[in-house]
Structures are given as C-alpha cells and as structure tokens.
C-alpha cells in the first residue's frame, strides 16, 4: 500500500523531470545506435544498383529464351528506373543546398 507522502514524492519527482525537460537542461545524450548519413547513403546507392543489377540480369535471362514472364523483367526495370530517378532527385537536391549554403555571405 503506498502513503499519501510516497505518492507525493514519487509526482514531485515527475515534475522535477519534466521541469528540466521543458528548459533544455537535461544533458544531451548520444544515441549510441545512431545511422551516419554516409552509411544511410551508402546503403541507398548499394540498393538502387542492386534493382539495377537485377533488372539487368532479368532482361538477358528473358532475352536468351529463359522462362521468365515479359511482366516481371519489365517491372523490374521500371523499379530500377525509378529508383535511379529519386537518387537523382535527391542527389540534385543536395548539390542546390550546399550551393546555397557556399553562396551565403559571411
């Protein structure tokens, strides 16, 4: 059973917590699990090459008489496709914002 007084220290505690919350006084802390955005970049460039690969070796199976379905290999060329474009989108999204910031005064 819990007292009126342990209940009282337990939300005083609460508020102590919240209060060093809300200022911003509460130590950063790193999170150790993380991602680095050469890592995340990485594994994004690893992939589309990866759809790229596949969709290459989708249209040469198909191309040598292989029993492959046409709407298979032409989905996969399409994913590949579309991948390569967003990495492109991204990739010039980047370049315009470090332009920016190289043209901002100092």
């Known amino acids: 059973m819990t007292t009126p007084l342990?209940?009282?220290n337990a939300l005083m505690s609460q508020m102590r917590i919240m209060s060093s919350q809300a200022a911003g006084t509460e130590p950063i802390v790193k999170n150790p699990t993380a991602v680095s955005f050469a890592n995340t970049l990485g594994e994004s460039l690893n992939t589309v090459n990866d759809l790229?690969?596949?969709?290459?070796?989708?249209?040469?199976?198909?191309?040598?008489?292989?029993?492959?379905?046409?709407?298979?290999?032409?989905?996969?060329?399409?994913?590949?496709?579309l991948a390569f474009q967003a990495t492109l989108q991204v990739r010039n999204k980047v370049l315009a914002a470090y332009q920016d910031i190289m043209n901002m005064p100092v």
Do not use: H
């Not at 198909?62 to 298979?72: C, N, S, V």
């Open 52 to 81: 790229q690969m596949t969709s290459g070796q989708l249209k040469d199976a198909f191309e040598k008489g292989a029993d492959i379905p046409l709407t298979q290999v032409m989905l996969a060329s399409q994913k590949s496709a």
């Open 6 to 8: 342990t209940d009282m």
